[in-house]
């Protein structure tokens, strides 16, 4: 009686072998979805800078302290969505150091009495900007969050730099379903 050990044998090489091959290919999938991720978040600092600079161009053209990207602003219910807005410092600073300034974004009502309560759109923001030289300006954004329970309809928003006193600016956010 003989035994057949070299089928055995082979069946265990062509394991290893398809082993090796699997991992060799998952390897160089892995490195293939993370060159295109990388590649992705490299574009969208890059149009973050293309916003900061168009903001302060604008900023900059119109002698406003303050600005927003967008007065009108689009989110469906439970969504979420980033504005940009820009501040410049026009006032005089002790020491040259800067400037600060809070900043509160808030919706005060609904319109056409579609009893919407605005409470249900909060705003995700820095209170208060990195310091500012006299005559510079920041670019900044804040997140803008709807509740899943808001009504589409549009709310009147306000955007208050230290109180209101500094600058204001009144944008309407629309729900949408």
């Not at 026009?90 to 040259?96: I, V």
């Not at 400037?99 to 309560?117: K, N, V």
């Amino acid at each position: 009686m003989r035994s057949n050990k070299k089928g055995g044998l082979e069946i265990s090489i062509n394991a290893i072998v398809i082993l090796i091959l699997a991992i060799t290919v998952l390897g160089i999938g892995l490195g293939f979805i993370r060159g295109m991720f990388s590649n992705t978040i490299g574009q969208l600092g890059e149009v973050s800078k293309d916003i900061e600079k168009d903001m302060i161009n604008r900023i900059r053209d119109s002698d406003e302290r303050f600005a927003m990207r967008e007065e009108n602003i689009e989110i469906k219910k439970s969504g979420e969505k980033t504005i940009y807005f820009g501040v410049r410092n026009e006032e005089e600073t002790t020491n040259n150091v800067g400037r600060d300034f809070d900043i509160y974004f808030e919706c005060t009502e609904a319109m056409l009495d579609s009893g919407g309560d605005p409470t249900h759109i909060t705003f995700n923001v820095f209170s208060k900007t990195s310091l500012i030289k006299r005559d510079e300006i920041t670019v900044m954004p804040a997140i803008i969050k709807v509740s899943p329970n808001a009504v589409a309809t549009t709310y009147m928003c306000e955007a208050l730099i230290d109180g209101g006193d500094y600058a204001s600016k009144i944008f309407y956010v629309t729900v949408t379903s």
